[in-house]
């Protein structure tokens, strides 16, 4: 595996709650609290979009139906930055196409109100889970990303040859540069990367790539 930095304190994990309705957003705050679980509550989709920090963990219970911006307006944005943040759709005029549109978009869950207060803290119990795990693989890929972009031009056109498969005098005629040249460049990027083994940093780097290469 790669190295981790020390972690820094531990992230407590929110609920958002994004909805028109006042007493729906304070009655499950209330809810959430009775159980130990902070929340944040927004009345429109902008205010929500303005605070959202994608470094905390959270999820997301969303209405469907608000002005201006729609609970669906909010999941395109979110899918737009590539947010991680588990989502739950609430909707007092849900229907099977609404709830196909929101699971097909990313979303882990869809309830029609008036819902069932345990029911529900079950949802978000296993949505906070999911965002926690989430969090922690997002940390994981933004640390490994810094750490490539700290690398010289020249360690990368090596670091490129490695991941495509290419023992050193391979990438040294490539690079038209001496065996022993790539060897080192090879060692710095080992140990810039944090890497345990050859091995092990390409596949790191791979899903790093791969996550961040454009959907096609």
């Not at 669906?72 to 196909?100: C, K, T, W, Y």
């Not at 699971?103 to 906070?128: C, H, T, W």
């Amino acid at each position: 595996m790669l190295r981790q930095s020390p972690p820094a304190a531990t992230l407590t994990p929110i609920v958002y709650i994004v909805d028109d309705d006042s007493g729906m957003r304070t009655s499950l705050a209330w809810l959430l609290e009775s159980v130990g679980v902070k929340s944040v509550g927004f009345a429109s989709a902008s205010e929500f979009l303005n605070a959202f920090d994608p470094s905390v963990p959270a999820c997301l219970v969303l209405d469907v139906r608000m002005p201006e911006q729609s609970g669906f307006d909010v999941q395109v944005e979110l899918n737009r930055q590539d947010a991680s943040l588990p989502i739950i759709f609430v909707s007092g005029h849900g229907d099977i196409p609404m709830s196909v549109r929101a699971m097909q978009n990313g979303a882990i869950d869809f309830v029609e109100k008036p819902y069932n207060s345990q029911q529900m803290l079950d949802r978000v119990q296993r949505a906070l889970k999911l965002a926690t795990q989430r969090h922690a693989v997002d940390q994981k890929r933004r640390e490994l990303r810094k750490r490539i972009e700290s690398l010289t031009a020249r360690e990368k056109e090596v670091l490129r040859g490695v991941i495509d498969g290419k023992g050193s005098k391979r990438i040294a005629t490539d690079l038209s540069i001496s065996v022993k040249t790539v060897d080192v460049h090879r060692a710095s990027i080992k140990d810039k990367l944090g890497a345990a083994s050859i091995a092990m940093l390409v596949r790191e780097v791979m899903a790093v790539w791969d996550h961040d290469a454009p959907a096609s």
